[in-house]
């Protein structure tokens, strides 16, 4: 079973179970588009006003936490 993300929804009634920020219905992959993007963190925020910025902060974080535990690839 997949672990929680703090702050990441998934209800099959809200865009079909796709991961969303908690109290809004924006997906979490558009953070990362974004910043793949080479945009900044604030101009999200700023174009998804419905996103706290704890939240996103809070992903980021956890993912930088997945990734300094992650396994070495062989």
């Given at each position: 079973?997949?672990?929680?993300i703090?702050?990441?929804?998934?209800?099959?009634?809200?865009?079909?179970?796709?991961?969303?920020?908690?109290?809004?219905?924006?997906?979490?992959?558009?953070?990362?588009?974004?910043?793949?993007?080479?945009?900044?963190?604030?101009?999200?925020?700023?174009?998804?006003?419905?996103?706290?910025?704890?939240?996103?902060?809070?992903?980021?974080?956890?993912?930088?936490?997945?990734?300094?535990?992650?396994?070495?690839?062989?």
């Amino acid at each position: 079973m997949p672990r929680q993300i703090p702050g990441v929804h998934s209800d099959p009634d809200i865009l079909g179970g796709t991961p969303v920020f908690t109290g809004s219905r924006v997906p979490v992959r558009a953070l990362f588009d974004y910043l793949e993007r080479g945009r900044p963190l604030a101009e999200f925020l700023d174009d998804f006003p419905t996103v706290e910025k704890a939240l996103a902060v809070g992903v980021l974080e956890h993912m930088k936490e997945l990734a300094a535990h992650a396994a070495p690839a062989r």
